[in-house]
Nanobody, 123 residues
Framework: QVQLVESGGGLVQAGGSLRLSCEAS????????MGWFRQAPGKAREFVAA????????DYADSVKGRFTVSRDNAKNTVYLQMNSLKPEDTAVYYC????????????????WGQGTQVTVSS
């Protein structure tokens, strides 16, 4: 069974930075597309970023392009999300996904979600 453990969230002022980490376990993920989603209060979960199996290709939601950077370390089964120039609208619970598939115009997680990590950006 896949386990996803997100960490690194917290409270930060607008313009600040945070780095999220997600360690995956339960099988090998080195061949998978991995990434991040987020869910703000009262809103549906949305795609944030994805990274190919070797890190050679990345994809981002328009709302975070130029501010967020996704990376991975296959030796550690870990995916990261560096978030800079944070805005209040980035406030959400952030979830990682260890196996993404793309259809119907967006990314979907194959596995169940982890507990997520809360990111709160104050204005």
């Amino acid at each position: 069974q896949v386990q996803l453990v997100e960490s690194g969230g917290g409270l930060v002022q607008a313009g600040g930075s945070l780095r999220l980490s997600c360690e995956a376990s339960g099988r090998t993920f080195s061949n998978n597309v991995m990434g991040w989603f987020r869910q703000a209060p009262g809103k549906a979960r949305e795609f944030v970023a994805a990274i190919s199996w070797n890190g050679g290709a990345t994809d981002y939601a328009d709302s975070v392009k130029g501010r967020f950077t996704v990376s991975r370390d296959n030796a550690k089964n870990t995916v990261y999300l560096q978030m800079n120039s944070l805005k209040p609208e980035d406030t959400a619970v952030y979830y990682c996904a260890a196996d993404l598939t793309f259809y119907s115009g967006t990314y979907h997680s194959v596995d169940d979600w982890g507990q997520g990590t809360q990111v709160t950006v104050s204005s």
